[in-house]
């Protein structure tokens, strides 16, 4: 009875703990994001309030809508052409059988490894000659091309998981291989694709070294280099906008996570049941 007691309470103090560690960081980050001063907060003489926010939201020269518009919209293009391109992908390793299958996705494995810093100053380059530099797409397509790992080895996983005799039933009653993925298997598959879009959507938003050295201003520039570029704009470090943007880019992650993460999870069990 003592064990078991005891290991409880190391179980609770031991969550409690990581708790605190992963959750300490955001809070702080969120109240120095209210103080009108922040070097006066451990003083007790900061004043608090949404003045921090309101300069984020309007003040012209920090740009952080034009910022979210550029985060969001390379991001969703990216999440998009990666979800359905690996989607494809993954049916096809998982299901097709042809020559090299198995190397497929050891390759694409293989080159997302090398580092991004290693190739930027060349797509530097390139773009600078293509003359898409500083827009959408120079950030778009190295997006693409190191977030479909990802995308394709989720949809693999899920894809091994279906039931072939799902497909064989299809066919036996006529339908032919693309409208076995689109009628049969792709809704089966819906929660690990929706997953998917969703790692890879986080994981863009969230890119900083294409958006740095591919950018040059607040017209493709995104937050994650559009909140480290505050300090320039100002002469100091203005610790509540800072603290007031990264707010603002936290929450719509965070709500979207929580939000879509249960219909994950319950997507995934009703379609292993029902397969």
Partial sequence: MREDALRCALIIAGSVGLLVFALAPVAWMAWISFADRPDLVVQG????????????????????????RNSLVISLVTALAVTASASLAGYAVSRLRFRGRVLVPLAVLAVSMFPP????????????????????????????????????????????????????????????RLRTLTHVVLPVALPGIFSSFLLVLIACFNKFLFALMLTVD?????????????????????WGSLMAASVL???????????????????????????
């Fill in 45 to 68: 003489e900061a004043a608090y309030g949404l003045g921090n926010y309101v300069d984020v939201l309007t003040e012209e020269e920090l740009h952080f809508l034009d910022y979210f």
């Fill in 117 to 176: 810093i290693s190739i930027v100053g060349y797509l530097h380059r390139i773009f600078s000659q293509a003359g898409l530099l500083n827009t959408h797409l120079a950030l778009i397509l190295p997006y693409i091309a190191f977030t479909v790992p990802l995308g394709l080895w989720i949809n693999m996983s899920y894809f091994a998981q279906i039931p072939r005799d799902l497909d064989r039933a299809a066919m036996i009653d006529g339908a032919g």
């Fill in 218 to 238: 607040y017209r493709a520039r995104t937050l994650s280099v559009g909140i480290a570029m505050f300090q320039g704009l100002h002469g100091e470090m203005p």
């Fill in 249 to 275: 880019t936290c929450a719509p992650l965070v709500a979207l996570t929580l939000l879509f993460q249960r219909y994950v999870v319950q997507g995934l069990s009703a379609g292993a049941l029902k397969g």
